[in-house]
C-alpha cells in the first residue's frame, strides 16, 4: 500500500491540502490501521494544545503615542503623485502621454497648494492677531479708566479684570489654533478634490487620445467605436 | 479608475505594514510605527510567551522585537513581506533569551519552567467549578511544559503553525527552510508531544500551593 507521508499527513492534519487529495486520504484511512493510529495521536495532541491558552489583555508597551499630522498633511499635498504612481499602464501611448501630463502639472499643482496654503495661513494669522491685540488694547484702556479712583480693593478688582483679559486672549489663540485646523482640513480636501478632478481629466484625455481606451468591461462590445 | 485614488489616497491613514514601515524608514514617521505596534503586538508577545514559556518573560521579548525594528529602520531591506521579517527578529531575540537562560542553568529538563502564577487563564468566574478550574489549569500547565520540553527549533513550528496560524509555506519562508523541512518537524514535534503528554498523564505533577490553600480555607470555614 502507498501511505501519504509524514509531510503530507501534516497538511491533512491542518487543511492545507486540495479538495480530491482529503478525498483520497480520508479514503486510505478507511482502509489503513497504521495511518489511523498516527493521525489519532496526533489529532490528540492538536486537541491538547488549545488547552494552552494565554491572558487575553494586550500589554501596552511603553512607546510614546505620537502627536500629528502636520507631517501628514505636509507628505499629503507633496504626495499626490503617490497614489498616481500606483496606476497600471492600460497601453503604451497612454503611458507616454500620463507621464507627460504628470510631469507637467503635478509640479504646478504642488506649488499652487503651497503657494495657497502660505497666503491664506498668513492672512489668517495676520486677522486674528490683530482682533485679540485690538480686543486686549480696548479692555486696558477701560481698565486704566477706573484705576483713576485708586483704593486698594479697587486695585485688586482691575487686577483681577486684567487676569480675565489675559485669559480671554489665551482663549482666543486656542481659538487661532482651532481655525488652523480647520484650515489645514480644508486644504487637505481640497488637494483630494483637485487630485481627483485632475485623475478624471487625465483620465479623458488619455480615452482621446487612444481609441481602444474605455474599460473593456462591457463584452458585448467588439471594440469600441471612434469618437472624435 | 478614479476609486483607486481614493483608496491610494485614503491608506496613507490606515497603511499596509510595508508602507508603514517604508514611512518609519524614510521619515522616522511615529505613527506608523504605533499603528505596526497596534497591529503586532498580541501576536508577537503570544509567540514569545509561548517561546520562553513565561508570559512576563514574553513581554519583555516583544517590547526588545519592537524597539529593535525602530532602532535598525535605517538598514531595513524590504524583502518579501514584512511579517515574515517581523517573526523572525522575534524568534531570534527568542532563542537568543532561551541560549542565556541555558547558560545559566535556569532550564529545567522536564519543561518545569517559568512562572505557573503568571499563566492564569481566561476563564469566566462563573463557568466552571473550582475543581473544573482546576483541572482545566493542571492541563493547560502539562501542556506548557510538553511544549517545553520540545527542542527550540521544533517549539517554533509547533508555535507558529498551530497557536498563531502562518501557513506551512510562510514558516518556511520566516524560518528560511524548505518547506517539506517544516511539515517533518511539524510530525516530529506532535509525535513527541504525544509521548510528553502521555508520561505527564501517568504521573501527574502535583498543583502547586496556590490551589490547595484554597480548599485549606474552606475547610477552616466549616
Aim: a neutral charge.
Amino acid at each position: 500500500m502507498n501511505h501519504p507521508t509524514r509531510e503530507e499527513w501534516m497538511s491533512y492534519l491542518y487543511d492545507e491540502i486540495s479538495r480530491p487529495a482529503k478525498a483520497a486520504f480520508k479514503t486510505h484511512l478507511q482502509n489503513c490501521p497504521t495511518c489511523q493510529k498516527s493521525l489519532d495521536e496526533w489529532r490528540g495532541v492538536v486537541q491538547n494544545l488549545d488547552a494552552w491558552a494565554l491572558p487575553k489583555g494586550r500589554f501596552k508597551m511603553a512607546f510614546v503615542q505620537p502627536a500629528l499630522k502636520w507631517a501628514m498633511a505636509a507628505l499629503f499635498a507633496l504626495g499626490l503623485g503617490y497614489g498616481i504612481g500606483r496606476f497600471s499602464v492600460p497601453s503604451l501611448d497612454a503611458a507616454t502621454l500620463r507621464a507627460g501630463i504628470e510631469n507637467s502639472l503635478r509640479p504646478s499643482l504642488e506649488n499652487e497648494i503651497r503657494a495657497r496654503l502660505g497666503r491664506e495661513l498668513a492672512d489668517e494669522v495676520r486677522s486674528m492677531v490683530a482682533a485679540s491685540e485690538a480686543s486686549l488694547v480696548a479692555n486696558l484702556e477701560s481698565l486704566s479708566a477706573k484705576s483713576a479712583a485708586g483704593s486698594i480693593e479697587q486695585t485688586q478688582v482691575i487686577l483681577s479684570a486684567y487676569a480675565a483679559a489675559l485669559k480671554q486672549q489665551q482663549t482666543q489663540t486656542t481659538q487661532l489654533a482651532g481655525a488652523l485646523e480647520t484650515l489645514r482640513k480644508d486644504t487637505e480636501r481640497m488637494a483630494l478634490l483637485t487630485a481627483y478632478g485632475f485623475q478624471r481629466n487625465e483620465q479623458q484625455l488619455v480615452q482621446l487620445a487612444t481609441y481602444n481606451e474605455p474599460a473593456a468591461s462591457f463584452p458585448g462590445k467588439s471594440g469600441s467605436q471612434p469618437n472624435p | 479608475m478614479s476609486n483607486s485614488v481614493v483608496t491610494a489616497l485614503t491608506s496613507l491613514f490606515s497603511m499596509t505594514d510595508e508602507q508603514a514601515m517604508w514611512r518609519i524608514q524614510a521619515h522616522d514617521d511615529a505613527e506608523a510605527f504605533a499603528q505596526l505596534l497596534r497591529r503586532w503586538e498580541g501576536p508577537i508577545q503570544r509567540l514569545c510567551a509561548r517561546m520562553t514559556g513565561d508570559v512576563h518573560r514574553g513581554q519583555d521579548l516583544a517590547q526588545e522585537t519592537f524597539a529593535r525594528i525602530y532602532a535598525r529602520r535605517k538598514t531595513y531591506e524590504p524583502r518579501g513581506k514584512f511579517s515574515t521579517f517581523l517573526w523572525r527578529v522575534a524568534l531570534n531575540l527568542c532563542y537568543d533569551e532561551l541560549r542565556r537562560l541555558n547558560r545559566r542553568s535556569e532550564i529545567r529538563l522536564d519543561g518545569e519552567n517559568g512562572d505557573f502564577d503568571g499563566q492564569c487563564l481566561e476563564l469566566a468566574d462563573g463557568d466552571l467549578s473550582p475543581d473544573a478550574k482546576l483541572a482545566h489549569e493542571e492541563r493547560a500547565e502539562s501542556v506548557r511544559r510538553a511544549v517545553m520540553r520540545l527542542p527550540e527549533t521544533y517549539r517554533s513550528v509547533i508555535v507558529l503553525r498551530h497557536y498563531e496560524n502562518l501557513k506551512f509555506r510562510e514558516i518556511a519562508e520566516v524560518l528560511e527552510i524548505p518547506e517539506g523541512t517544516v511539515k517533518s518537524r511539524m510530525a516530529e514535534a506532535l509525535s513527541q508531544l504525544h509521548r510528553f503528554l502521555a508520561q505527564a498523564m501517568e504521573n501527574p505533577t502535583p498543583a502547586r500551593v496556590k490551589p490547595q490553600s484554597r480548599r485549606l480555607e474552606e475547610n477552616l470555614v466549616l
